[in-house]
């Protein structure tokens, strides 16, 4: 992994719709420098590199991008993953679960063997336990290994709430934590807008808001991938937004809040378990996790949401 006074090298395993869509947001905001394109149709990464190296002459960025192989990750400074396999017809999740940890097994390798020594970042579904397979596979310390996690649920969260409010999302500071599914929950005793409790506003302004519609809220925001994947067959580009914003973090060493899938050794009495939570991202991945203030029964769904992800991985063979 180089200091960053240098090349700035991503290497992305998977060229489907969200790593494209990753690699499409990564040369308009020019990003990084050198972007090589791994996939196991070599000719479609061929292809998804030539037509984005087409739009070069309108971008503001030299970027170097080409299809490679998993040699190329050795002097990357960042592998992200979206390489995976969907889920069969009456399949079930453990099943599904096996069949991507065995493609993850033909790509962690390979990258390792590399002699790449960067930082591990993964949107693979289900991100939170393909992430940890990631960390198992790849004998990294954790900290090196992240999970795209509840980034993307928490800007749903935002822009629900800025629209709700009639303020800027990116004045409301709010999170969904836990796992990236059906068990993720929104801690509204630590949600603002600006320095304002939204429990609060709520509560002062009982003719303009509700509870009952931050509820309504939270369960937009878990329910939205399904709603786009009725609309349109898949979700890729708030994902691949999610995903340049990790990666903006870590080149320029932010030390920014981010919402990521970080593995929890000992915060809130959780271990061994990857979960998105509110992390500390700079330069070496995450340096630490932001413990927040919730309360009771907070804690408890957060919990709960962690044992979820915990027994859904037991049975993996790795």
């Known amino acids: ?96 679960l096996q069949r991507n ?62 629209d709700y409010f009639n303020v800027d999302p990116k004045n409301v500071h709010a999170y969904v934590i836990g796992e990236h599914g059906d068990s993720e929950m929104v801690p509204w005793s630590q949600a603002f807008v600006g320095t304002k409790s939204i429990t609060s506003i709520v509560e002062k302004n009982p003719d303009k808001f509700k509870l009952t519609d931050l ?28 995903l340049v914003r990790i990666v903006k973090a870590i080149f320029g060493d932010e030390k920014s809040v981010l919402t990521v899938s970080s593995m929890f050794r000992g915060e809130y009495d959780i271990n061994g378990v990857y979960a998105g939570i509110p992390s500390i991202i700079g330069r070496d991945g995450v340096r630490e996790i932001v413990t927040l203030d919730i309360t009771d029964e907070e804690e408890k769904k957060l919990k709960e949401s962690c044992e979820l992800l915990k027994n859904a991985s037991e049975g993996i063979k790795i």
């Open 1 to 96: 992994m180089n200091t960053y006074g240098f090349t700035k090298k991503i290497a992305l395993v998977g060229t489907g719709f969200v790593g494209m869509s990753f690699a499409y947001a990564m040369l308009c905001e020019s990003v990084c420098d050198e972007l090589v394109l791994i996939d196991v149709n070599k000719q479609k990464a061929e292809g998804e590199a030539m037509d984005l190296n087409h739009g070069l002459s309108f971008a503001k960025t030299n970027m170097k991008i080409y299809a490679g192989s998993y040699t190329d990750c050795r002097d990357a400074d960042i592998v992200v993953i979206c390489a995976g396999v969907g889920q069969k017809p009456g399949e079930d999740r453990l099943s599904l």
């Open 101 to 162: 940890t065995e493609v993850f097994k033909t790509i962690i390798s390979p990258i390792i063997y590399s002699g790449f020594n960067g930082i591990f970042l993964v949107a693979t579904n289900p991100v939170d336990i393909m992430t940890k397979i990631t960390w198992q596979l790849s004998g990294f310390d954790c900290k090196k290994v992240i999970g795209t996690g509840t980034t993307l649920d928490t800007a749903r969260l935002r822009y629900l709430l800025g």
């Open 215 to 242: 509820d309504e809220i939270a369960k937009d925001v878990t329910g939205a991938a399904q709603k786009i994947i009725e609309a349109k067959k898949a979700t890729y580009y708030g994902i691949g937004m999610a």
